[in-house]
């Protein structure tokens, strides 16, 4: 049959079978080599840790949002830091550089943490590798007599575990996200925000020190005093310039309960008002005032409780469900109150003080009293609730914005009165409350409104959906940002994703996106990391 094919063409298909056989002699069955990928990769030592089965890819070609579907290469199961630094070392140095991405619990909603035909590096398998390892110990709490407690952490820990660790020594971390099974490096690259964030700051604040492999594939410990450029683009920097393989965090005593108040109000102006109030007040010392705030919308279009949490009492559903009937949006307060054995007397007396002068609803307050523990894991309920229906991986076109206070009454009139109203599609938990501006440290690379507005609002759509329905949910979050644009309102999308150099420029702005492009070229310069940000890798 050979006559049939012109000489070059049949030469070139059998050097690329020969090369391709040879490639996988002597392999494991896990790996077969990829043509994306460079040959020295797949005769390096290190080749033991990569797996292309079916299976592994799937699992590493998609996430939580459910929306984005890139197929790598091939997934790293890394055993040690070394491991990491090999492979990255080893495609800055290839002639054809590979992309890498470091998936840690794959809860991203739009890609990011995918690397099409590349390598993905899968956290949380290096986790149960660590696990395996009785020697190895990632999850240690010391003291410093300068900076006091602190815990050093692998990045592929989840904060769940953190806590429970810390909690050991009677300590914990202050500052968390509203659900805890994530890596600490993956919350550390975006932020890390919830009902804390006014007052301890994102989760960004609370960080001493880090571990970092760049996109060169260097082993680098970094903090404000040294390294502090790839520090603090580390921090909050999208994956883009390292891989966080340790970070250093600061810790304080732990309360051992929480008072848990939930308020109602129907009108918006005295719902923010008394927000912004309470996340200004200072307190008397550095354990009086609240410990957390967030706020939420309840409407026709989703339960009274959803999966984020059980709160009201089934005997007032009818009763607030008329309010909701009545004036179309309800809008939740929820805040909480730390204590332990020395402040249990008058944690009741300090909400009062608190709550005085606050305009909710009269008779619609509501509050638990619950553990520390419960209450900062208390979306774990709702998600094993919701893998036993069946209703966890199905597509989550989430949309998450930072909006100025000098806006926030523009945004409730032209989006949760108008667009949402209009459309009549939201399902899952909508979010709206604020943080302090001088919580956050510029020089880090988490963006964060440019309004001189010294608090800012974040806006989460946490929809759920259909795969067959998504489309327009998603259809709905860009009514909703062209609204944005068209009211000059200056948002910041948290966990962003846009598909534009042009698009990622104006989200940082001009003088930041100066500073992020610099610390690219400088800590990962052949553009390896992270691509499915689309950041510098739009295919």
């Known amino acids: 049959m050979a006559e049939n094919y012109p000489f070059p063409i049949y030469f070139i298909l059998l050097i690329i079978t020969i090369t391709r056989l040879i490639s996988t002699v002597g392999k494991t069955e896990q790996w077969k080599s990829s043509s994306s990928l460079p040959i020295e990769l797949s005769t390096n ?12 890819i799937e699992k590493a070609s998609s996430d939580y949002g459910n929306l984005v579907h890139d197929l790598p290469a091939a997934v790293f199961n890394p055993t040690t830091v070394n491991d990491i630094v090999s492979l990255i070392k080893l495609s800055f140095n290839s002639s054809v550089p590979f992309h890498i991405a470091a998936r840690g619990q794959g809860h991203s909603t739009r ?20 696990k395996k390892n009785k020697n190895v110990d990632n999850i240690k709490v010391f003291e410093d007599t300068k900076v006091g407690y602190y815990v050093d952490v692998g990045g592929e820990e989840l904060w769940i575990d953190v806590l429970y660790k810390t909690l050991e020594y009677g300590l914990a971390p202050v500052s968390y996200t509203d659900y805890l099974y994530l890596t600490i490096g993956g919350t550390l690259s975006n932020a890390g925000i919830s009902g804390q964030t006014f007052r301890y700051g994102p989760q960004i604040s609370s960080v001493h020190q ?15 005093e ?18 966080i393989t340790r970070a250093r965090i600061a810790l304080e005593p732990a309360p051992k309960r929480v008072k848990w108040v939930r308020l ?18 200072k307190g008397i ?11 939420m919308l309840l409407m026709h279009q989703g339960p009274i409780n959803n999966w984020r949490s059980s709160f009201f009492p089934l005997s007032d559903h009818h009763r607030i469900l008329s309010l909701v009937t009545q004036h179309r949006v309800l809008y939740c307060l929820e805040i909480a109150k730390y204590y332990d054995h020395h402040s249990e007397n008058n944690v009741n007396k300090e909400i009062q003080v608190l709550l005085q002068g606050l305009s909710y609803i009269p008779g619609f307050y509501y509050e638990k009293n619950v ?7 208390r979306v774990r309920s709702g998600e094993l609730k919701l893998q036993s229906q069946g209703l966890w991986d199905v597509p989550h076109p989430w949309l998450n914005m930072f909006i100025p206070k000098s806006r926030i009454l523009d945004f409730n009139s032209g989006v949760f009165m108008k667009i949402i109203q209009k459309r009549n599609i939201t399902t899952g938990p909508v979010l709206v409350y604020p943080m302090n501006r001088n919580k956050w440290d510029n020089k880090m690379s988490a963006t964060i409104p440019d309004d001189e507005d010294d608090i800012f609002y974040a806006v989460g759509f946490l929809h759920s959906s259909g795969f067959d329905n998504w489309k327009a ?42 500073t992020f492009l610099q610390r690219k070229y400088e800590f990962d310069p052949r553009m390896i990391l992270a691509p499915g940000q689309r950041i510098f890798n739009n295919n």
């Open 473 to 514: 949910f998603d259809a709905q979050n860009r009514e909703i940002l062209q609204y944005c644009n068209d009211a000059e309102i200056k948002y910041k999308l948290y966990l962003p994703h846009y598909s534009t150099q042009e698009e990622w420029t104006n989200h940082f702005g001009p003088k930041k996106w100066k």
């Open 210 to 224: 880090l571990d970092v492999v760049t996109g060169k594939g260097e082993f680098v410990t970094c903090s404000k």
């Open 285 to 295: 010392n550095k354990n009086s005032g609240l410990d957390y705030l967030e706020g």
């Open 264 to 281: 109602l109000y129907s009108d918006f102006g005295a719902f923010t008002k008394d927000q912004e109030r309470l996340i200004s007040m």
């Open 111 to 130: 890609g990011q943490a995918m690397a099409r035909d590349g390598v993905v590096i899968d956290m949380k398998e290096f986790r149960e590798n660590n």
């Open 371 to 377: 553990s520390f523990v419960e209450f900062l894991n």
């Open 45 to 56: 030592k290190i080749s033991q840790n990569l797996i292309n089965n079916p299976k592994a």
């Open 226 to 243: 040294n390294n502090s450029e790839l520090f603090h683009g580390v921090l909050g920097g999208l994956g883009q310039f390292g891989i």
